[in-house]
């Protein structure tokens, strides 16, 4: 996929219908231009994406050194630690790190790049799952190209690229395999009955979990119908709420397969609020292993993902090779922590 050709200063004028002296006064903003003239010119400058482009050019050939990390949200232990990978990556080249937090709001990611552009950001770095539809193909095939043209370089850490041609770098870690190992685990414990807390459809990272999942379960000889999903999402606080409601009814179910670290948290403390223990009653596991995994009670058996190596390798491949690592896909691995979370089904000796 071609990037799209930069857009001239003149054919900005000659789509206002002004001339290029006029173009340049608007958008130095230095001198007096009739409201309606500079209303023109912009229109123009934004339909033809020459604003962004132009000052990005124009600060990158000066030698701002500068990466961009974007994120759902800086309280996340697991975002927390990619941000520091790519801010101590990024100081050990002397660049500088700027972070900026979405909340998962599409819109607010759009315009935390376009100012990225502007500001003449080399690198923008996106992390995290999402859910990839049409619109998410289109908005990152519009950045990748975008940046492209304007000498920058998109990086998507932790979600998928739309396209393979796109010009931008995939750096991401194996969900479906840690998650096919930790429900291995389960099972080789004598688990059968698995639950697995924190579904999110269409997210990518947890649709990757609980494909790993199924997996380990049908190998292990199980049905389609032993995985019992709970569409919770992410977060101690849902966490929590789904295992309450869970163990309100008859509990058929002697594990716990976390989407991430903080679900499990919340699932703890809901175990432990109605007077059941982990492991002795309900064995829980996690995703991610972040700082605070090895002091729960107990200390939560866990799928290590490498955070702070996935931010400074967001990083590193793009300054060591910056041409090809247009359209390049780096998978990094995972492995299991095993703590003092998991126990044999209550009844059954291991």
């Not at 001339?19 to 340049?24: D, P, Q, R």
């Not at 979405?102 to 502007?118: I, S, W």
């Not at 403390?269 to 995703?287: E, K, T």
């Amino acid at each position: 996929m071609a990037a799209r050709e930069r857009v001239t200063i003149r054919e900005v004028a000659e789509r206002a219908g002004v001339s290029v002296a006029t173009v340049s006064r608007v958008l130095s903003g230095n001198y007096p231009v009739p409201p309606a003239t500079r209303t023109r010119v912009l229109r123009a400058a934004r339909a033809l994406d020459y604003v962004a482009n132009a000052h990005a050019r124009a600060l990158v050939s000066g030698g701002r050194k500068m990466v961009a990390v974007v994120l759902r949200q800086v309280t996340s232990p697991f975002y927390a630690q990619v941000a520091e990978g790519v801010e101590a990556e990024a100081a050990t080249h002397g660049w500088l790190c700027v972070v900026g937090a979405t909340g998962g709001d599409p819109a607010r990611e759009l315009d935390f790049v376009q100012l990225m552009r502007e500001e003449g950001a080399r690198l923008v770095i996106l992390v995290g799952g999402v859910v990839e539809d049409d619109a998410y193909r289109e908005r990152i095939t519009q950045y990748a190209q975008a940046l492209d043209a304007s000498g920058a370089r998109l990086v998507l850490c932790g979600r998928p690229a739309p396209h393979p041609d796109i010009p931008a770098l995939v750096v991401e870690f194996d969900n479906r395999s840690g998650a096919h190992a930790v429900t291995g685990h389960l099972l080789s414990a004598g688990h059968r009955r698995i639950v697995f807390l924190g579904g999110l459809p269409g997210n990518t990272t947890l649709d990757a979990r609980v494909a790993g999942y199924r997996a380990a379960l049908a190998e292990h000889g199980l049905p389609p119908a032993a995985a019992h999903v709970v569409d919770c999402g992410l977060g101690r606080a849902n966490g929590h709420r789904a295992m309450t409601e869970l163990l309100k009814g008859e509990r058929e179910f002697s594990a716990v397969f976390a989407g991430d670290d903080m679900v499990a948290a919340g699932a703890i403390r809901a175990i432990s609020d109605a007077g059941l223990r982990v492991p002795g009653d309900i064995s829980v596991v996690g995703f991610n292993d972040i700082p605070l995994a090895e002091d729960f009670n107990p200390p939560l058996t866990t799928v290590r993902t490498p955070a702070e190596e996935l931010g400074r390798a967001a990083v590193r491949i793009v300054l060591r090779d910056p041409e090809n690592a247009a359209g390049a896909h780096h998978l990094l691995g995972t492995h299991i922590v095993v703590r003092d979370s998991v126990a044999p089904p209550p009844g059954r000796a291991h």
